[in-house]
């Protein structure tokens, strides 16, 4: 099967790796998909990499409802207005219709803090570290499969504390450390990390942090958020704790999340013609074998050498390696290399009867495409090495590739040619107003994907209207 | 904290102990629960069982979405005759009318063997072994927390296979060593297998497969299920394949699933009147240290104990333990032994300095009450020890529960004795109609639990009607 070339037609590539890798597909009620089950092994990948840090910081799972009577959403003004032209709502149940129409969540901030207002009276309760991993409901207009689905998957970490500090240490920490920490050491992607420009912000947020990733057609996939809610959600649900001094004081909130968009980024940031290339770590499998025989003679050689290589590889490694042997028959060895490939597997192992006589396997590499013979003697831990190197390559190119499309134009014309072509992140100085935003979009389709958290002062007037800057802003054009 | 009596009233012991555990509490929708840290970190153990051992009989997790055309759900005649009662419809979305109502999916059947018929085309694309996560609504007239709720979680596997043998192996596989595995090694419930009578089998399966297990109010629970659906749902939803004869051909389906009602069979199953009794295996903390001291003096060299304790918990065991010291100040000694064993953490251990003095701790069972000085050298496998000692103690006394309240009844005045007072199942002969079913649950409120599996040859008249008996049945009331 041949794929689209990315540099002709992106959309169209992505397209045909999600079909072609068998990652999903769409289902029949408008904007939601099959996740199949190679694209669920590499969320769950993602979900035990990303669940296991949120715990290791002290934060324990829970679950809420799936429904939010529609009358609570309204408590939260800013965020109602934000989520109720999204939401899906169930009128009829059991047969009857409902008294109060129920909306599926398209985030959870509304029921959660209900509930904390029962759960929280004192400041000895706070804080409360909660995360849940579930699927929520926003109608798209413009669904994708992965990128923007009417149903997704995703984990909303909801948090309250005693003083402002503390939420925005925790909104940061989320950020900074647990999500960057694994997409960057996990999925490979480095991101770029700060804060929303107002318009962009969580609705009902004081301040959004954000980790954007530059896929390779040089758009930027937002890649996860983290909210400081201030006390707005304690406002508006009653969460109140008696202090330290004994008085009554409204808790402040954080909120973050990831979801299964995850998948389509790192799709989009380690693909190449061929189709995907995984990182080692969330590969279903890391190595697949592929016997090359003639005759039922070399058949039954090869096939007892890949047994044996199995055993070798599985326990290969500080926790063993993912391998699969390709043994079916009705297909011949070039359909399996360009079948794995377009998959991803990092690495190939060819075996035949020539390569059993050298004592040998060929060993290609998925990244680089290097095609090498191997000794069979060790090869457990030469392939545990070599998927340590595709890991890392893998990060060290898409890091390369953010360097080399990231700019720093002097003038709005050369920001204009940048962003549009070839595209990438632009950083300049910006004077805070929303104009300015609504114009560049009009012009070139970027918006601004982060405030830098440490910005340089900015010495320079906005480059867009020339008046006093107040922040560094990165724009680019996204997904 | 006192709790009601499990003799007085079961079902306000239930309730209280699901609050005072801090397992679950209701939400605002009707019939919808929070599953609080406590109660989720439980259900999380059981996940990690069952999933492991999905995955270890060649199954793969994947993801179909929450909304079901109201149309495909249709195509099964007994199928939505079945569900049509109970589900919930999305009319709206996206702030207009839907052209078509979505419904929220019950159970995954129709939404999964739509996709099927796309997947499936020759015999070489099967088996599919699919299995997901998720959660499903059925309205609910009489919720309860865990027991029936109208939002629930789960995991339903789906499986399609070229022969009936197959799919017929696949559902008795799933229930006989899968599930039955998991419930009595992990959660140290025993459980009796065989199939449902027609009348209690899921809509659309030709044979459904079940696993009960008995509360300690000596009602039945269904703890599993497994559906042989025949080629009934491949008929409905056109999933045919060329077989090896290139002839096409109905593939054959099986269903199965088990639920977050395990929760509520571990509280029932080992529950006392203290509260929950937690098999080592799934408790959120096996071992907690409660620090005991008048002083600072005390206090200072108490503490520095228990760190030191908790480094060698830890790291005792074949992986570990998981141990939490509760060091909360406002709180006494006598109040946390209270809170510890309502929550039924498996062992308390009580650090004070006149156990230091003696380089000892005191260590207190859960399942026995057991109250001991251990030595403070190797206790990290004492401990350890001593767990996987609880662990069997409990699944023991539930067999023996279990025996004491299986009755083989020889007279319909003596079943319906045993099955009021004291409940638990009743084994009987059965004609294999329907009216003796109903008789007995207008008599008793007793149902078929399950059909045994090899049935001892009915040699005895229907217990009910005296007429000529075709199978054995185990009665008994349930939730």
Redesign the interface.
Known sequence: MALPKQSEDFPAWYQEVVRGADLA?N???RG??????Y???I??GIQRAIDDRIKATGH??????????AS?LEKEAEHVEGF????????????EKLEE??V?RPTSET?IW??YA?WVQSW?DLPLL?NQW??V?R?E?RPRLFLRT??F?WQEGHTAHETEGEALAEARRILFEVYRDAVERVLAIPVRVGRKSPSQRFPGAVETYCMEALMRDRKALQAGTSHYLGQNFAKAYGVRYLDRAGHLQYAYATSWGVSARLVGGLIMAHGDDRGLRLPPALAPYQAVIVPIYQSEDQRSRVTEACAKLVADLTHAGPDGLRVKVDDRQ?HRPGYKFNEWEIRGVPIRIEVGPRDLDAEQVTVVRRDSGTREGRPISGLGETVARLLSGIQETLLAQAETFLEEHTFHPTSYAEMRAVLTDPGGFAITAWCGRQECEDRVKADTKATIRYLPMEPAPPNAPCIVCGMPAVDEAAWAQAY
Chains 1, 2 share one sequence.
Request: charged share 15%.
């Open positions: 597909e289902s029949l009620a939601t998909m099959v996740i199949k089950p694209g669920f092994a969320w769950e324990q799972n829970l679950y809420f409802p799936l429904f939010i009577p609570l109720a032209p999204e939401v899906a709502v169930v009128t009829h149940a059991g047969g129409p129920l599926i029921i209900d509930a029962r000895r909660y579930c699927n409901v109608w207009m009417t149903e998957l009705e």
